[in-house]
């Protein structure tokens, strides 16, 4: 099994809402990673989890709450976002951190803020 | 800060006809991997680069990595409408494991 599994695929949410994105996967790793990524433009870096304690934080606002229950799962908890925080999110996993690690990407889910 | 910048950012070409897309880095790089995205889709792993000079080959697609590790290239032999989707390289800088992400080049071919 070498897929990345992220749940839900679509969210609308208003700015007042909570919500939860899901990640998981089944592959031993014991890295994994948010990026974000708007239209037409890179993935953006935001957080990196390290067997399972948080390694980096790209300065990324604190309504974007990371979470790392166990080594197969990652949870992005999402609390009075704005419009422009509307994009793609995208989780990876790899091995380790460090050199020489392919990242396997999830499908992302496509978040729209109202 | 750091940043890495891609040429081409759009190509369209005939297909059978080759492409080649170059990343650079400001700083010297660790190890390099690229990505293939395709439209509606989410990246994925092509290859990855560590030694300075290194080619590494995969059927029509050539990477090379700079001498001084500041810069590589995709080189996609007759290309194919499969072949469609945005190229992303991801360099990693020494002391770190954060990978940092490409502009990107949109490659688009004609049929």
């Known amino acids: 099994d070498t897929e990345v599994t992220q749940t839900p695929k679509h969210l609308v949410m208003g700015m007042t809402n909570k919500k939860s994105l899901k990640c998981e996967q089944h592959?031993?790793?014991?890295?994994m990673y948010w990026y974000k990524q708007k239209a037409k433009k890179p993935p953006e870096l935001m957080f990196v989890y390290s067997y399972e304690k948080l390694s980096i934080n790209e300065s990324v606002p604190s309504r974007f709450s990371p979470e790392c229950p166990n080594s197969s799962l990652l949870n992005l908890h999402l609390h009075a976002l704005q419009p422009e925080d509307s994009a793609l999110y995208l989780c990876?996993?790899?091995?380790?951190?460090?050199?020489?690690?392919?990242?396997?990407f999830g499908q992302g889910t496509r978040l729209t803020v109202v | 800060g750091q940043q890495v910048m891609q040429i081409p950012q759009y190509q369209h070409v005939q297909e059978g006809e080759d492409f080649t897309t170059y990343c650079n880095s400001s700083?010297?790089?660790?190890?390099i991997q690229w990505y293939k995205q395709r439209p509606g889709g989410h990246p994925v792993f092509l290859i990855q680069l560590v030694k300075s000079g290194e080619v590494k080959k995969q059927k029509r697609l050539t990477f090379q990595f700079g001498e001084a590790k500041k810069n590589s290239s995709l080189h996609i032999t007759a290309t194919q409408t499969t072949d469609v989707g945005t190229y992303f390289c991801a360099g990693a800088w020494i002391g770190t494991y954060k990978y940092i992400f490409g502009t990107g080049t949109r490659l688009k071919v004609l049929a």
């Open positions: 592959m031993g790793h014991r890295a």
């Open positions: 700083t010297t790089l660790s190890n």
């Open positions: 990876a996993s790899s091995q380790v951190t460090g050199e020489n690690t392919e990242a396997f």
